[in-house]
């Protein structure tokens, strides 16, 4: 993609609403053109004008016009901002000047895919600046920061160089079936695989804390019935979201809130007490919480402090496949003497609050905000990077099999197939395809 190839483009950059200030942004070849016909003056490179913003012999606005020649641009076009008073309709006319001058309206992050094309940055780049613009707090802006600077590209193209090496020096072995493949370097294949595998797991286990760190963890309260789960929530979220009362079965359906502790967010979800029959509509309550605990991140266990036992039996099999529990004793108020909980548990009243501090350090834990705190190379994920690098991994294990195996033909695809799952990553190897997909989730002149 060349800027000769490309219509100019336009939006608004700042956020929707008034402001003291609002940027507009044009991208491609007419840019420089249109934009000192408003502005009437010749546009130096790199140069702050202030200018007034003209409409034939109308004054918009003065503003301050700046100019960025390709490729030293975000875009890697030639771009100009325009800077106004940040009035809607101020931007809006300013927008549709240019428009009549021929440039067209952006796309939902065509900017940043204009970025991506020609080469100024990678997909997961492209990624991180969405990520930087809706960071909730200083650890998810730092870490978003680290993704756009390239420290996740940086790595997973590390391992990506990795395997490209071994795969050719696999298919190059094919070529000298006649020899044994520890002749051919074979230790140093088996070696090269197993470092491989183990800079795949170290990555995939950072990534999930990105992951985590960028939406928050996905926790789903559970538990028998009057076990205090939505007074729970609602302790936890400092409202009174959830209906409390004393009749068995209160909660029906699926209640969402997301709540931040000390930087850790969570998306927590009430559910319908678990226990056996119940109404027709009960039912359904209970079967949407099974559900619900299929995409759990963790499952929040709620149970009355004073007979655990009973409601551990009683969730036992809707938690089997969640990847993490943590037990919550709760009514501690009503207990004559407070009973160790055991490491797993932890004591609570939802009612008194008694309890809640330990709870929320245990959570920020779980949520790996306290891993984020000590890590400088923490960097922001996505639930598609996880996704592929667990793929990658799972290839480098069938590529070594086959390799154990002398299937060597097989061992080259396998590699071949990591290899491009870790390009989906970084749109080393994307389809065209994707680009709609991924961009179009971004913010319009972004």
Same mark, same amino acid.
């Not at 800027?3 to 491609?28: E, F, K, M, Y």
């Not at 780049?125 to 650890?139: F, M, N, S, Y």
């Not at 069938?398 to 870790?422: G, K, N, V």
């Given at each position: 993609?060349?800027?000769?190839?490309?219509?100019?483009? &336009?939006?608004?950059?700042?956020?929707? %609403?008034?402001?003291?200030?609002?940027?507009?942004?044009?991208?491609?070849?007419? *840019?420089? #053109?249109?934009?000192?016909?408003?502005?009437?003056?010749?546009? &130096?490179?790199?140069?702050?004008?202030?200018? $007034?913003?003209?409409?034939?012999?109308?004054?918009?606005?003065?503003?301050?016009?700046?100019? /960025?020649?390709?490729?030293?641009? /975000?875009? %890697?076009?030639?771009?100009?901002?325009?800077?106004?008073?940040?009035?809607?309709?101020?931007?809006?006319?300013?927008?549709?000047?240019?428009?009549?001058?021929?440039?067209?309206?952006?796309?939902?992050?065509?900017?940043?895919?204009?970025?991506?094309?020609?080469? $100024?940055?990678?997909?997961?780049?492209?990624?991180?600046? #969405?990520?930087?613009?809706?960071?909730?707090?200083?650890?998810?802006?730092?870490?978003?920061?680290?993704?756009?600077?390239?420290?996740?590209?940086?790595?997973?193209?590390?391992?990506?160089?990795?395997?490209?090496?071994?795969?050719?020096?696999?298919?190059?072995?094919?070529?000298?079936?006649?020899? *044994?493949?520890?002749?051919?370097?074979?230790?140093?294949?088996?070696?090269?695989?197993?470092?491989?595998?183990?800079?795949?797991?170290?990555?995939?286990?950072? #990534?999930?804390?990105?992951?985590?760190?960028?939406?928050?963890?996905?926790?789903?309260?559970?538990?028998?019935?009057?076990?205090?789960?939505? *007074?729970?929530?609602?302790?936890?979220?400092?409202?009174?979201?959830?209906?409390?009362?004393?009749?068995?079965?209160?909660?029906?359906?699926?209640?969402?809130?997301? &709540?931040?502790?000390?930087? #850790?967010?969570?998306?927590?979800?009430?559910?319908?007490?678990?226990?056996?029959? %119940?109404?027709?509509?009960?039912?359904?309550?209970?079967?949407?919480?099974?559900?619900?605990?299929?995409?759990?991140?963790?499952?929040?266990?709620?149970?009355?402090?004073?007979?655990?036992?009973?409601?551990?039996?009683?969730?036992?099999?809707?938690?089997?496949?969640?990847?993490?529990?943590?037990?919550?004793?709760? $009514?501690?108020?009503?207990?004559?003497?407070?009973?160790?909980? %055991?490491?797993?548990?932890?004591? &609570?009243?939802?009612?008194?609050?008694?309890?809640?501090?330990?709870?929320?350090?245990?959570?920020?834990?779980?949520?790996?905000?306290?891993?984020?705190?000590?890590?400088?190379?923490? /960097?922001?994920?996505?639930?598609?990077?996880?996704?592929?690098?667990?793929?990658?991994? *799972?290839?480098?294990?069938?590529?070594?099999?086959?390799?154990?195996?002398?299937?060597?033909?097989?061992?080259?695809?396998?590699?071949?197939?990591?290899?491009?799952?870790?390009?989906?990553?970084?749109?080393?190897?994307?389809?065209?395809?994707?680009?709609?997909?991924?961009?179009?989730?971004?913010?319009?002149?972004?």
């Amino acid at each position: 993609m060349t800027t000769a190839d490309t219509d100019t483009i &336009v939006a608004i950059a700042t956020a929707p %609403g008034a402001g003291g200030v609002g940027v507009v942004r044009l991208s491609g070849p007419r *840019s420089r #053109a249109i934009a000192e016909v408003l502005c009437g003056c010749a546009l &130096v490179p790199r140069y702050a004008h202030y200018v $007034k913003l003209r409409a034939g012999e109308e004054t918009i606005d003065d503003g301050i016009a700046l100019y /960025f020649a390709a490729p030293a641009s /975000f875009t %890697g076009e030639h771009v100009v901002e325009l800077q106004a008073h940040g009035s809607p309709v101020v931007l809006r006319r300013i927008v549709a000047e240019c428009n009549a001058r021929g440039a067209r309206n952006a796309r939902p992050g065509e900017f940043s895919e204009r970025a991506y094309l020609n080469g $100024k940055i990678d997909l997961a780049q492209a990624e991180a600046v #969405a990520d930087l613009i809706a960071a909730g707090d200083t650890r998810a802006a730092r870490a978003a920061r680290r993704a756009l600077d390239g420290v996740f590209s940086e790595r997973v193209d590390a391992i990506a160089t990795e395997l490209l090496h071994l795969r050719i020096h696999v298919e190059a072995a094919i070529d000298f079936a006649d020899e *044994s493949l520890d002749t051919l370097g074979g230790p140093q294949l088996r070696e090269g695989l197993a470092r491989a595998a183990s800079q795949l797991a170290t990555l995939i286990a950072d #990534a999930e804390r990105g992951r985590k760190l960028r939406d928050g963890l996905h926790a789903v309260i559970v538990g028998p019935p009057n076990a205090g789960k939505s *007074s729970l929530l609602n302790a936890l979220a400092g409202s009174d979201r959830a209906i409390v009362t004393d009749i068995a079965g209160t909660t029906r359906d699926l209640l969402h809130e997301t &709540v931040r502790m000390d930087g #850790a967010e969570l998306t927590l979800v009430d559910t319908a007490g678990l226990r056996e029959g %119940g109404d027709a509509i009960e039912r359904e309550g209970m079967r949407r919480a099974r559900d619900e605990l299929r995409r759990a991140d963790l499952a929040i266990v709620v149970l009355d402090a004073r007979e655990p036992d009973a409601g551990r039996i009683a969730v036992a099999d809707a938690i089997a496949d969640v990847p993490r529990r943590l037990w919550i004793h709760n $009514k501690a108020d009503l207990l004559e003497a407070a009973p160790d909980p %055991g490491a797993d548990a932890v004591l &609570v009243s939802a009612r008194t609050g008694a309890g809640l501090a330990a709870l929320h350090d245990r959570l920020r834990h779980l949520s790996g905000a306290e891993a984020a705190d000590a890590s400088e190379g923490t /960097f922001t994920a996505r639930a598609r990077h996880v996704d592929a690098l667990m793929r990658a991994a *799972s290839h480098v294990d069938t590529a070594t099999a086959e390799l154990a195996a002398d299937a060597l033909e097989l061992a080259a695809q396998s590699l071949r197939d990591a290899h491009d799952a870790l390009g989906e990553i970084t749109g080393r190897m994307t389809p065209d395809a994707l680009l709609g997909h991924i961009f179009g989730s971004f913010c319009i002149g972004k």
